[in-house]
């Protein structure tokens, strides 16, 4: 079976936008290739966390990921800290990455616009004139700058042919770089270039509640997997809406959209269809609408709750599928690495 590998940072709990835009497919996946999915809490020291917070935050991915259904025995489950296989790598693929490159990634100069606060307006030279400025040389960290080298070398470490991801499609142009330059370096045929992918027709983005945009943990505007009924409920109704069409069959708006959007994904076509018919109509009524559609996110959502919530509660279980995760991932980057340490000049392990 072909590899697919997918890591995701511990920043909290899993959304109703991670389950349809990434878990949902990982449980076929699972049945379909042979699938690595990782908990990376090495780019999480990006952000410098409190310790404590580092291990909750496994804890709690990994609870999730179980709860959702993601099955330890088909998929291999892991914590990127476990397989310190992968930081060898990351130090041979930096001696092959320029600084420039790494330095010119959208995705780099965003987060150091955050670290050093400078507004996105201006020349694009404000980012590298005010990393090399005396009294901010320590404000941006070189882990930052590659962080696309760890995500390559988290990649391809274990062969991987396939990589689900959504937007991050520069990151993934990265890793495939480097694959290619590690090959063309050493002239050997090594590390197969990784291809985005999703499975079914299109990739579903859940909107969020706040009338624009997707569903985020920093937007603010999530439903998450362990809220309860109660949490759910406040949520949306407190979502963005109008006064309603004045004509009918008229164009819904962003806002309006996105809640017909989150209703086509969570509720039943009856009752999708019941509501869309009273907004064409022109009688459509908002509070009722989000009254039946928090009933069916939290008809959604609450199983997967209890069995979170009995997860967690398990350490024992969940040091056991860390364990097994991590010998797993273990052989198979070894493996990666031992070959590659050859074709350096290396002695292999």
């Not at 899993?14 to 449980?27: D, E, M």
């Amino acid at each position: 079976m072909e590899t697919v590998v997918s890591g995701i940072r511990p920043t909290g709990n899993l959304h109703l936008g991670n389950y349809f835009g990434a878990v949902k497919s990982f449980l076929r996946m699972q049945d379909e290739y042979n699938c690595f999915f990782f908990i990376a809490d090495w780019h999480s020291l990006t952000t410098h966390p409190h310790p404590d917070n580092i291990r909750n935050s496994v804890k709690t991915i990994l609870s999730e990921y179980l709860a959702c259904g993601i099955d330890p025995e088909k998929a291999t489950i892991y914590i990127q800290s476990d397989v310190p296989e992968v930081v060898e790598l990351y130090l041979y693929l930096n001696m092959n990455a320029g600084i420039g490159e790494l330095m010119r990634t959208a995705s780099f100069k965003d987060k150091a616009r955050q670290q050093l606060h400078i507004s996105r307006e201006g020349c694009e030279g404000d980012v590298e004139k005010e990393i090399f400025n005396e009294g901010n040389k320590h404000s941006v960290s070189a882990g930052l700058l590659t962080y696309p080298t760890l995500m390559a070398a988290d990649i391809i470490i274990h062969k991987a042919l396939k990589v689900p991801v959504g937007k991050d499609q520069e990151n993934m142009e990265m890793a495939r770089r480097f694959a290619r330059r590690f090959n063309s370096t050493y002239g050997v045929d090594f590390f197969p270039e990784p291809a985005s992918f999703h499975l079914g027709d299109k990739s579903v983005k859940v909107p969020g509640l706040d009338g624009s945009g997707k569903m985020g943990k920093s937007e603010g505007n999530a439903i998450y997997l362990i809220d309860d009924e109660k949490t759910i409920k406040k949520k949306v109704m407190k979502a963005v809406s109008d006064a309603g069409p004045t004509e009918p069959n008229s164009v819904k708006p962003e806002p309006i959209a996105n809640l017909f959007t989150m209703m086509e994904i969570v509720s039943e076509k009856e009752t999708y269809d019941f509501f869309n018919e009273k907004y064409n109509n022109c009688e459509i009524r908002y509070g009722d609408m989000k009254k039946q559609l928090a009933e069916d996110i939290n008809k959604f959502c609450a199983p997967i709750r209890e069995r979170i919530l009995d997860m967690a509660a398990n350490t024992e279980y969940l040091d056991k599928v860390a364990r097994m995760g991590a010998e797993k991932a273990r052989e198979s980057a070894s493996k990666t690495l031992n070959e590659v340490r050859q074709i350096i000049g290396f002695r292999p392990y």
